[in-house]
T-cell receptor
Framework: EAGVAQSPRYKIIEKRQSVAFWCNPI?????LYWYQQILGQGPKLLIQ????????DSQLPKDRFSAERLKGVDSTLKIQPAKLEDSAVYLC???????????????FGPGTRLTVL | EDKVVQSPLSLVVHEGDTVTLNCSYE??????LLWYKQEKKAPTFLFML????IEKKSGRLSSILDKKELFSILNITATQTGDSAVYLC????????????FGKGTSLLVTP
């Protein structure tokens, strides 16, 4: 079974530039999450999708961050314009209530390391 | 506000030692607690705990949950250099849409 795919793996941009990250979840997983992990911290939820609908985006800085999951499969997270404090690893995860471990268990992609200069 | 606190934040041990990692939590509407291992980027699933006092075990790793005292421990026996990683504890609330609320992690280094 293929895992969660993310691209790019690394991205370096100047502040005020724009950047986009892509995620393709495990096939059949209806729930998709984006997390931000700043160095030395645990991942923090940015947004959660159930199919193509948003379940929770309460911690997404909506003035600069946006995300979509138009067809209920892959997803894009965008930052525009980027700030220095956005430097972090952006992790995508997916889950499915039909799994033996249930919806609680999330499977993570390799992440995208963003550096904002 | 929910809190997930892991201790210690970092730990250095010798191969063969046994380590115990701690995770305490203050969460409303607790549903489950999960442990993940993060070696480079992607956290990989270790255990999910929902009931108190039932030990989950996988090889040299084991974990248990105490819902009365609001904590969990992760034990690793006969540590190996390959156990070096950050160990993340996360809690799920029953009304949260299953989002994971993570602690800061414990960074474990196992030296030869």
């Amino acid at each position: 079974e293929a895992g969660v795919a993310q691209s790019p793996r690394y991205k370096i941009i100047e502040k005020r530039q724009s950047v986009a990250f892509w995620c393709n979840p495990i096939s059949g997983h209806a729930t998709l999450y984006w997390y931000q992990q700043i160095l030395g911290q645990g991942p923090k939820l940015l947004i959660q999708f159930q199919n193509n609908g948003v379940v929770d985006d309460s911690q997404l800085p909506k003035d600069r961050f946006s995300a979509e999951r138009l067809k209920g499969v892959d997803s894009t997270l965008k930052i525009q314009p980027a700030k220095l404090e956005d430097s972090a690893v952006y992790l995508c995860a997916s889950s499915s209530p039909g799994l033996k471990r249930g919806a609680d268990t999330q499977y993570f992609g390799p992440g995208t390391r963003l550096t904002v200069l | 506000e929910d809190k997930v606190v892991q201790s210690p934040l970092s730990l250095v041990v010798h191969e063969g030692d046994t380590v115990t990692l701690n995770c305490s939590y203050e969460v409303t509407n607790f549903r489950s607690l999960l442990w993940y291992k993060q070696e480079k980027k992607a956290p990989t699933f270790l255990f999910m705990l929902t009931s108190s006092g039932i030990e989950k075990k996988s090889g040299r790793l084991s974990s248990i949950l105490d819902k009365k005292e609001l904590f969990s421990i992760l034990n690793i026996t006969a540590t190996q250099t390959g156990d070096s990683a950050v160990y993340l504890c996360a809690v799920v609330r029953s009304n949260s849409g299953y989002a994971l609320n993570f602690g800061k992690g414990t960074s474990l280094l196992v030296t030869p």
